[in-house]
């Protein structure tokens, strides 16, 4: 660690209230929004410690209280405390700290595990369960709430227009590259604003919602192999369940990693597709019909819209998301129109399977 990033730290760890005197700090997981530590206490406590990513929003103090809220309402559902995250106070009673940026705590969740891709069927299965239960658990909290902690997050229209933008800025004059990408992403905005259009014409309800279900957004149990706890709230506010599953679709079921270079190993794996449909639905038992039938156009919608974002980025310098090497978002992109164009050959089978996993709940 530098020195600045060491005496920071020890200013940050001063701000919240930890049971034990800290001892250790350590960067932890591999998400690409917060800069994430492990914080080891005297006396055996640890926290996770985060760095927020001011590039989300203008009003973290508005976003912290998203997670206060939600937290607390899951907490009243829980069997298991391990199964909800427990937010850390700061010193002056805020739920951040202020110190070059916002900082937030959280209680570390022992003997729990992430993964990056689902090593069995199993795994997947329990995130839908996982996902789905998270759902289902804030049916009854009022989603208006909440605030919209980064308005128009999947409202795919919007991010056509910020796509469109990053084009006509070219920053890193790159739009020439990436050509191909561009037509196929540009080819298909019609049917890619269905969901907000339904939406907006009050055909599909709007409720809490994660956004960004990631496998790797969820905690598993290392004893029982179960998932145990949803992470990563940033995002939760309100939006569409439909948003919800797709975004867990285009991460779990494709059979290659997000930033994979060789093409030709992205696909949608159907089998893990219906696993985690049928773990879905028979978690979140609150589905309409229409929402249940436009399962597939949520995987779809998410799909693009993820690559057309990792586009935008590339075109705009790589300021949003982090990268390990030059390229990499343009690898991401690819990933995506790859599963969107395969999910456009599986289709029918998509709807197919939705239906069969539909009528056995
Ligand atoms: P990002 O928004 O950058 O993805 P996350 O909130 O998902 O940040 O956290 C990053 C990583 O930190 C996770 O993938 C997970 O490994 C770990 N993590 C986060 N919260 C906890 C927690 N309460 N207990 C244990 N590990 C955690
Ligand atoms: C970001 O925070 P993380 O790494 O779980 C992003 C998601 C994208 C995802 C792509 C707040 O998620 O929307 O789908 O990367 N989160 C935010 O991997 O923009
Ligand atoms: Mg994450």
Redesign the pocket.
């Known amino acids: 660690m530098k020195e600045a990033e060491t005496k920071t730290l020890e200013r940050v760890l001063e701000g919240f209230a930890f049971e034990g005197k800290p001892v250790r700090c350590v960067p932890?997981?591999?998400?690409?929004?917060?800069l994430?530590y492990?914080v080891d206490c005297e006396g055996g406590r640890s926290y996770?410690l985060?760095r927020m990513n001011e590039q989300l929003t203008s009003d973290i103090p508005g976003l912290m209280n998203n997670i206060a809220l939600v937290t607390d309402h899951l907490r009243k559902k829980a069997e298991d405390p391990r199964s909800v995250?427990c937010l850390v106070p700061a010193r002056d009673g805020n739920w951040y700290w202020k110190e070059e940026g916002f900082w937030r705590a959280?209680?570390?969740?022992q003997d729990?595990f992430?993964l990056e891709s689902p090593r069995t069927e199993e795994d997947f299965y329990q995130s839908a369960l996982a996902f789905g239960r998270f759902g289902e658990d804030l049916k009854d909290f009022p989603a208006e709430r909440l605030l919209e902690v980064i308005p128009d997050f999947h409202n795919t229209p919007v991010r056509y227009r910020n796509f469109r933008r990053s084009l006509e800025r070219d920053v890193r004059n790159r739009r020439a590259e990436v050509k191909n990408e561009t037509e196929f992403i540009l080819e298909r905005e019609e049917e890619m604003g269905i969901l907000q259009r339904l939406r907006e014409a009050g055909e599909l309800p709007v409720r809490v919602t994660h956004n960004?279900t990631k496998l790797?957004?969820v905690?598993f149990d290392q004893k029982t192999g179960k998932a145990l706890?949803v992470?990563?709230l940033?995002t939760v506010m309100p939006g569409l369940a439909l948003y919800d599953y797709g975004d867990s679709i285009r991460f779990g079921a494709s059979t290659a990693a997000e930033d994979e270079r060789d093409l030709s190993k992205v696909e949608l794996d159907l089998r893990k597709f219906r696993v985690y449909t049928r773990g879905f639905l028979s978690a979140c038992r609150d589905l309409t019909d229409r929402e249940v039938e436009l399962l597939p156009l949520g995987a779809k919608t998410m799909t693009l819209e993820c690559g057309m974002r990792f586009l935008g980025d590339y075109l705009d310098g790589d300021v949003y998301y982090a990268t390990r090497y030059p390229g990499q978002n343009l690898d991401r992109c690819r990933t995506q129109l790859r599963l969107v164009a395969d999910m456009e050959k599986k289709w029918e089978e998509m709807r197919k399977i939705v239906k069969e996993e539909a009528d056995v709940q």
């Open positions: 932890w997981g591999s998400g690409h929004i917060c994430t492990r996770i985060q995250l959280y209680a570390f969740i729990s992430c960004d790797n957004n905690l706890c992470i990563d940033d």
